[in-house]
């Protein structure tokens, strides 16, 4: 029954943009998959590169392809890293992380929208990231942790759980191999915290993915069924804020699904009441941040506009 939940859950979260990949936490595969015909997700980098399917639940433009037109890696993350700005950190280590990976099997592997299916590299796209990721350093290949923990200290959408995805200074396998080991407890705790942290200031990936780990236990977490219930059901309410019309999506996280029934099966109804709660808090503070950088930048929310729910506001921060 467990295995044919979890079968169905992948399944769910695939349908709904969030890719298998970065469900459940495992230290041992860390695959790319780049969307070529897709748009960026409101929260994103701006900045056109390849991004890991555990950062973000929706697809990229296609010119994160076009990036590797010109070969000099150093060049462009010299470039991203000269604004300062934490989202184009983050870019940054989208960046040499997706060549790192690319390193390693010498492809990468691409969700064509326009053709429905994953697919490999094509001649010249391979031919590009060859030239381009193949003259990466060890030296730059290290400094993308420098960069991911620039932006999980910004609070970045995303950052938080691909440093969980990267593990023990940079190696996942810490957690299994030496997992009394100090600096690696001192390194969980920290993860943890972050992760926390981006899920109560209503990071959707943290809130996902952080809590499935919560609702079941992982390497990472222990279980803890009413907060990662919680986590669930405010994505639902953080996606129904943002839904445009007709988009089904928040149906998936809402309290009473088929989905959350299943995976709060195990909560009395108690501990039900109380995770809803704590969700409704978290995604009322989300919208209530939304509708303040609305303000800040001139464009009246959603919420006044229209009188409906609020809209998630145009730029990259949520």
């Not at 604004?83 to 390693?104: E, K, Q």
């Not at 326009?114 to 400094?143: I, V, Y």
Request: proline share 6%; aromatic share 4%.
């Amino acid at each position: 029954m467990e295995k044919r939940l979890q079968q169905w859950l992948v399944a769910a979260l695939v349908v709904a943009g969030i890719g298998a990949a970065g469900l459940m936490w495992s230290s041992s595969t860390r695959e790319t998959v780049v969307d070529v015909a897709g748009a960026p997700p409101p929260d994103a980098p701006h900045a056109a590169v390849p991004v890991p399917a555990q950062a973000v639940s929706a697809a990229v433009p296609a010119s994160v392809l076009a990036a590797a037109v010109n070969p000099n890696l150093s060049a462009h993350v010299a470039d991203l890293l000269a604004s300062h700005d934490p989202y184009d950190a983050y870019a940054a280590y989208m960046l040499v992380s997706t060549c790192a990976s690319f390193n390693r099997r010498q492809d990468l592997e691409v969700h064509d929208s326009k053709l429905g299916a994953k697919r490999a590299l094509n001649a010249d796209e391979r031919r590009n990231m060859t030239r381009m990721c193949g003259a990466m350093t060890e030296r730059e290949r290290l400094a993308r942790l420098d960069y991911l923990a620039t932006a999980v200290k910004a609070g970045v959408p995303g950052a938080a759980w691909m440093h969980a995805v990267e593990g023990p200074f940079g190696d996942p396998s810490a957690l299994t191999t030496r997992p009394d080991d100090p600096l690696v407890l001192e390194w969980k705790a920290t993860a943890a915290s972050q992760l926390d942290t981006a899920a109560e200031a209503g990071d959707t990936t943290a809130l996902l993915l952080w809590g499935m780990q919560k609702l079941t236990g992982s390497d990472l977490t222990d279980k803890h069924p009413v907060q990662g219930y919680g986590y669930l059901v405010a994505v639902g309410m953080i996606d129904a804020q943002v839904a445009q019309p007709g988009d089904r999506s928040p149906q998936m996280f809402a309290e009473g699904s088929g989905l959350l029934t299943a995976l709060g099966g195990q909560l009395t109804q108690e501990q039900r009441a109380a995770a809803l709660v704590e969700a409704r808090r978290i995604a009322a503070a989300a919208k209530a941040r939304r509708e303040r950088s609305d303000n800040k930048s001139g464009v009246m929310p959603a919420s006044l506009a229209t009188g409906g729910v609020s809209a998630m506001p145009a730029g990259r921060r949520g």
